[in-house]
Structures are given as structure tokens and as C-alpha cells.
């Protein structure tokens, strides 16, 4: 399992990857390569550097030549021709030849060729190896190699998630999206309450502080007398030993399907609770799972069908979804159970970010 910081990290590095892929995407430098690449990889260009870096000189039409005239340069006839200069010697066959071969190297087009298939390093001296080594630079820039190395599908899959709800806590105080107690249908309802077999009294946003760039509720040791409520008896009022909060989003912030991130530190011995849940019904999508020590970045990935929970990147529960179909908000929260060994704590918040397709 990744580390947080580096987890987190990971994530950013995710991020900016699909920004880095659609800006190498538009760029001339891609285009370039891709161009040179078709050119490059062709059957003709391949077809001419085999050709010019496998060709003997000896092979060539031009070495040919050239072998000829020299052979031909040493025949008795064409010596005897060179030293005395005379006509007669143009009627040997030799010499006429030799004569025709001598004139044709003085061409200036065939010593091109010639000297361009003698030199052994031929093939560098042609634009194609200037388009070759161009495209053999461009496939070892940053940008090139960067985006070769990654999957398309990865990517769109990746953008296919937008960006639903996000809290930074960036003020100094709770956003408008936060109210304190639990949601329900009716606003008759009272939303600030404990529950009986419960140790600690929610004390309406009093124990909650948001300072740099974080949410932290603190249950502390200290007596409340608050309301409760009773599965039988209603709402009553009681004397608690503690004190806490309870914090819920207004209006529901979860798709029907989606991603819910957050960076969360749990400490003490209070059970903490972050989960997605309804007004209508007393089930919820925890996404704290088996508290860690020390900051940890919980996911919570569902479906219609299944709820899939990780910490960091480690998958540790996969479950039906009991809440499919249902419109879900968040809820935060501190709690002490009067039959667990308990006491105070800090549940400290970095961020919390939904994501959907």
C-alpha cells in the first residue's frame, strides 16, 4: 500500500497528466514526429536506406564502370596507344572502348554518383538521414516519450470523471453547504441531537474549528445536558459526559454513481464517522472503514449495484450497495458508545472531493 503523501501525490501526478497529454496532443512538436514517423516507417524509405547503406560500390553501375576502365587502362593496346599516340591503335576494340569509358567518367554527372556511392557513409549525406535523425531526436524529447508512455484508454477514462462537490475548507469557518445535526424530510424535525446509549452531547458547530485548510470536531471530557433520542421514548433530555459535533451537507451531493475522496486523521479513542446516507432511512456508506493512524486518504467508489471501499490505494471491503436509487448527502461526525472502552479524540478533515461519470 502507497503511503498517504505519496498517494496523494500520485493523484496530482494524475491529474496532470491528462492536462500534460492534451497539451503534447496539440502540439507541433507531436505533429512533427508523427508526420516524420510516417515517412520514416514507410516501405519506400526503408527500401532506399537498405539500399544505399547495404549497396557494395563494386556493385554499382558507377563501380562497374570504373572497375572496367581500369582493367582496361593496363590492356597492351590502350598502353601502346597512350605512349605513341597513334590512330591506328583507335581501331582495337580495347582502345575504342577504353577511349569511351574514359570519356564517360569525365562527366560531371557521373562523378557525382560515383563519388556519392564510393564514400561508405553515403546514406548520411542524403535528406532522408536528415529526416531520420530528426525523427530519432524527436522520439527522445520529454514530451514524446512521456506521451507514448501512456494509455489513451487510461486517460479517457480518467477524464470521464468530473469533478460533483468539493470541500477544501480554505475559510476560517464552515461553508453554507454544512449544517450542524442530521438531515430529515421534515424541518419540523429536531436536527441537533445525540442518541441514548451514547456518550457525548452535539454541541451545534462549538466544538468544530476550521483553520488552515482543515475541518477538525473535537470530542472532548466535559458535561452537556442535551436532547437524545430514544427508539421508543422520543426525543429526551439528558446528562452526557462528553461533547462533540454533527455536521451534514444541505442538499444531497452524491451521484447515483461515483467516486467520494477524502484526506481524514482520526486520533483518540472516539469512533469517527464520514459517510454518504439518507434522510429517509438510518443506512449509510461509511467511508471511513477501520480507522488508521495518522492521516489517510479514504475512497469510496459505488454503483447501483456494489460499494467498494480503499484506504489509500489498497481495496479493503467490497459490498452491495444498500443505498442504490437513493439521494445521498454527506455526514461527519464524532461518537462515544456507552458499551466501548471510549474517550476524546479529534477527527481532522483535509478534503473531501465527489467525483462521477
Known amino acids: ?127 532522408e538521414s536528415q529526416q531520420e535523425k530528426r525523427y530519432n531526436e524527436l522520439a527522445k524529447h520529454a514530451d514524446i516519450v512521456f506521451f507514448l508512455a501512456q494509455d489513451e484508454k487510461q486517460i479517457v477514462e480518467l477524464e470521464n470523471y468530473k469533478t460533483v462537490w468539493a470541500e477544501e475548507f480554505e475559510t476560517s469557518q464552515m461553508s453554507n453547504v454544512w449544517q450542524t445535526g442530521f438531515l430529515y424530510p421534515s424541518k419540523e424535525l429536531k436536527a441537533n441531537h445525540s442518541h441514548v446509549g451514547e456518550l457525548q452531547a452535539y454541541t451545534q458547530g462549538k466544538n468544530t474549528n476550521v483553520a488552515g485548510s482543515a475541518l477538525t470536531i473535537t470530542t472532548k471530557k466535559e458535561k452537556a445536558t442535551a436532547a437524545a433520542w430514544h427508539p421508543t421514548k422520543g426525543m429526551v433530555m439528558q446528562e452526557f459526559a462528553y461533547t462533540s459535533d454533527v455536521w451534514h451537507t444541505a442538499e444531497a451531493v452524491a451521484p447515483a454513481a461515483g467516486v467520494l475522496q477524502a484526506k481524514v486523521c482520526c486520533s483518540g479513542k472516539a469512533n469517527h464517522v464520514l459517510c454518504l446516507t439518507t434522510s429517509e432511512v438510518q443506512k449509510a456508506l461509511p467511508i471511513i472503514s477501520q480507522p488508521a493512524k495518522g492521516e489517510v486518504i479514504y475512497t469510496l467508489v459505488w454503483n447501483e449495484k456494489e460499494v467498494i471501499s480503499y484506504v489509500n490505494d489498497q481495496e479493503v471491503k467490497r459490498e452491495k450497495n444498500a443505498l442504490a436509487g437513493e439521494a445521498m448527502h454527506l455526514l461527519v461526525r464524532s461518537y462515544l458508545p456507552e458499551n466501548q472502552k471510549a474517550g476524546a479524540g479529534q477527527l481532522k478533515i483535509d478534503w473531501i472531493r465527489v467525483f462521477t461519470k
Open 1 to 127: 500500500m502507497k503511503s498517504t503523501k505519496s498517494f496523494e501525490q500520485w493523484l496530482q501526478e494524475q491529474a496532470q497528466t491528462i492536462v500534460r497529454y492534451r497539451q503534447v496532443e496539440k502540439s507541433d512538436i507531436l505533429a512533427e514526429y508523427n508526420n516524420l514517423k510516417q515517412v520514416v516507417e514507410s516501405v519506400d524509405f526503408q527500401a532506399k536506406k537498405k539500399e544505399l547503406t547495404s549497396t557494395r560500390y563494386a556493385d554499382t553501375p558507377e563501380g562497374k564502370t570504373m572497375a572496367q576502365y581500369k582493367s582496361l587502362k593496363w590492356n597492351t593496346s590502350v598502353v601502346l596507344y597512350n605512349l605513341l599516340k597513334k590512330e591506328a591503335y583507335k581501331e582495337k576494340a580495347e582502345v575504342a572502348q577504353y577511349l569511351e569509358l574514359a570519356a564517360q567518367i569525365q562527366e560531371p554527372e557521373f562523378q557525382k554518383n560515383n563519388a556519392f556511392w564510393k564514400n561508405a557513409k553515403r546514406w548520411f549525406t542524403t535528406s
